[in-house]
């Protein structure tokens, strides 16, 4: 309308040439191997770390509801991870994970027995009298009966206050 024109043009800046593209995507393809297997140490040593803390903070709260037996293992289990996440052995950091899991199962067998001990005591709503919840199926036919528990089919009518208002 203006009898004006205006033109964009794109050009590449980064000033690489087809070859040195060429090279990085070799070197990228090249090095992908060395790159998971950094990827998976570092998952390795964040996993280990999250365990560490997940077991010292449960340690803390629940110490009490486990043997000291137990316990140590536990300690101990804890003291050998830290030590092997200061080294650079990715097996043994895994070995050392895989310890203190089993050795923190303890302390999550022991939490859950009171929790559901606890819940039984308390006599919870639905709860079965062996302590454990009843299973009830939904899709489960209930028992015949004359009784339609009370629902009415009825037909209704909306009314919409707003428009009795503007009228």
């Given at each position: 309308?203006?009898?004006?024109?205006?033109?964009?043009?794109?050009?590449?800046?980064?000033?690489?040439?087809?070859?040195?593209?060429?090279?990085?995507?070799?070197?990228?393809?090249?090095?992908?191997?060395?790159?998971?297997?950094?990827?998976?140490?570092?998952?390795?040593?964040?996993?280990?770390?999250?365990?560490?803390?997940?077991t010292?903070?449960?340690?803390?709260?629940?110490s009490?509801?486990?043997?000291?037996?137990?316990?140590?293992?536990?300690?101990?289990?804890l003291?050998?991870?830290?030590t092997?996440?200061?080294?650079?052995?990715?097996a043994?950091?895994?070995a050392?994970?895989?310890?203190l899991?089993?050795?923190?199962?303890?302390?999550?067998?022991?939490?859950?027995?009171?929790?559901?001990?606890?819940?039984?005591?308390?006599?919870?709503?639905?709860?079965?009298?062996g302590g454990?919840?009843?299973?009830?199926?939904?899709g489960?036919?209930?028992?015949?009966?004359?009784?339609?528990?009370?629902?009415?089919?009825?037909d209704?009518?909306?009314?919409?206050?707003?428009?009795?208002?503007?009228a």
């Amino acid at each position: 309308g203006t009898g004006k024109e205006q033109k964009i043009r794109i050009e590449s800046s980064s000033g690489l040439s087809d070859d040195e593209v060429d090279k990085m995507v070799k070197d990228a393809e090249a090095n992908a191997d060395a790159d998971k297997i950094k990827k998976a140490g570092i998952e390795l040593r964040n996993n280990a770390d999250t365990l560490i803390y997940s077991t010292e903070k449960s340690l803390e709260e629940h110490s009490e509801k486990i043997s000291e037996e137990d316990k140590q293992a536990i300690d101990d289990a804890l003291a050998a991870l830290k030590t092997s996440l200061e080294g650079t052995d990715n097996a043994d950091i895994e070995a050392k994970t895989e310890v203190l899991s089993t050795a923190s199962h303890k302390l999550a067998e022991a939490m859950y027995a009171e929790a559901a001990a606890a819940q039984g005591a308390e006599g919870a709503p639905g709860a079965a009298p062996g302590g454990g919840a009843e299973y009830v199926d939904p899709g489960a036919d209930a028992p015949a009966s004359d009784d339609d528990g009370g629902t009415v089919d009825a037909d209704f009518t909306v009314v919409d206050d707003d428009e009795e208002d503007k009228a």
